[in-house]
């Protein structure tokens, strides 16, 4: 079973998962897709064209948008990867809008992101990101 499908996975005594939560937990997959395998084409995947990440950097609120972003990716995945841990922390969706929470866990640094995701046209996608990054000094 992929991380997508355990993630999705209703736990006994709740209610199964909605048709509109597991397609936002596939938007949310293309994202952490494209942490893994460093491919822009699994961001563009995730982001609207015009979205934006939100974080705080030298304590100044900073912006950048998605395509500068996605712009990065490496086209390969990290030389550690074998070493990083992802996963959805939880989704929560009303209508054509959802939040979620994202755990990066990487030897060095740990990454909080909060998805802000919008439904349009019937598909979902990350319309803004904002995160907090947690560093730490590399295991010995």
């Known amino acids: 079973m992929t991380a ?3 993630a999705a996975a209703p736990v ?3 209610a199964p998962v ?3 939560e597991q ?3 596939a938007a949310l997959q293309h994202y952490l897709d494209g942490h893994a395998t460093g491919r822009s084409a699994d961001f563009d995947k995730a ?4 979205s934006r990440l939100l974080f705080v950097r030298d304590g100044k609120f900073s912006t950048i948008e998605s395509k500068d972003y996605v712009a990065r990716a490496p086209g390969k995945p ?3 990867e074998a070493k990083r841990k992802r996963w959805i ?10 939040v979620a929470k994202i755990v990066l866990d990487y030897p060095t640094v740990r990454f909080t992101d909060y998805m802000t995701l919008l439904k349009v046209d ?3 996608r990350i319309a803004n990101k904002a995160f907090h990054a947690d560093r730490r000094d590399p295991p010995k």
């Open 4 to 6: 997508l499908a355990l």
């Open 12 to 14: 006994a005594g709740q």
């Open 18 to 20: 909605s048709a509109d």
């Open 23 to 25: 397609a936002v937990r």
């Open 47 to 50: 982001f609207y064209p015009e």
């Open 78 to 80: 990290a030389d550690d």
């Open 89 to 98: 922390e939880w989704v929560d969706v009303a209508g054509s809008a959802a």
């Open 122 to 124: 019937g598909g979902w």
